[in-house]
């Protein structure tokens, strides 16, 4: 299957401060990536949509200026949390879709970055 | 919300086929159901996925209902590593969207 990777896998910051997670997609180029957060005992919560070169679409709830997103290239995006505060602490988790044939629509998930705010 | 409807919970024994239904009564006639799996503290697992016909692949298998309101995703010989959150899913608006999921406990 496909392969997605995240890195860092953790990160431990101060509030205030600013944190980025990247995301890739290593062996297709993503046409569209997501980003979910999930908070412990609870089931995966999407929060924003991107596509290659565009805005991201962020859900209802989701502050826009807080979590910026950059899909710069079809194998790369970023999540800044900015000015990050303990309740921003949770697991992120993004997603690449672009395959082809019968797994052009598949979504395909990356590990996972655990982010505690101090 | 999720457009589908999951027991909270299944048992298997191991070596044991584990076979987790699903019900999606307002599915579309062009829309997939998918098929997630995410163990403890890791990323979802892509595990299947259909529209019409049954479908086998090395992890799993997936019979999906002639009127397509149900399906159910086989695995054939669980082993503990199967531990797991399964998600059934109907993506809206062509985003996965996850509901709880089924909790699967493979018994040794």
């Known amino acids: 299957g496909a392969v997605v990777s995240q890195h860092p896998s953790r990160v431990i910051c101060k509030s205030g401060t600013s944190v980025k997670i990247e995301c890739r997609s290593l062996?297709?180029?993503?046409?569209?990536m997501f980003w979910y957060r999930q908070f412990p005992k609870q089931s995966l919560m999407l929060m924003a949509t991107?596509?290659?070169?565009?805005?991201?679409?962020?859900e209802q709830g989701v502050e826009k200026d807080k979590f910026l997103i950059n899909h710069a290239s079809l194998t790369l995006s970023t999540l800044t949390v900015t000015s990050a505060h303990p309740e921003d602490s949770s697991f992120y988790i993004c997603?690449?879709?672009?395959?082809?044939?019968?797994?052009?629509?598949?979504?395909?998930f990356g590990p996972g970055t655990r982010l505690l705010v101090l | 919300d999720a457009k589908t409807t999951q027991p909270p919970s299944m048992d298997c024994a191991e070596g044991r086929a584990a076979n987790l239904p699903c019900n999606h009564s307002?599915?579309?006639?062009?829309?997939?159901v998918y098929w997630y799996r995410q163990i403890h503290s890791q990323g979802p697992q892509y595990i299947i996925h259909?529209?019409?016909n049954n479908e086998t692949n090395e992890m799993a298998s997936l019979i999906i209902t002639e009127d397509r309101k149900s399906s159910t995703l086989i695995l054939p010989h669980a082993t503990l590593r199967d531990t797991a959150v399964y998600y059934c899913?109907?993506?809206?608006?062509?985003?996965?969207?996850f509901g709880k999921g089924t909790r699967l406990h493979i018994l040794p």
């Open positions: 997603s690449a879709r672009g395959g082809t044939g019968w797994y052009k629509e598949t979504q395909y």
């Open positions: 062996d297709f180029q993503a046409t569209t």
């Open positions: 991107s596509n290659e070169g565009s805005k991201a679409t962020y």
């Open positions: 307002t599915i579309s006639g062009n829309e997939y």
């Open positions: 259909g529209l019409k």
């Open positions: 899913i109907v993506t809206i608006d062509d985003k996965i969207i």
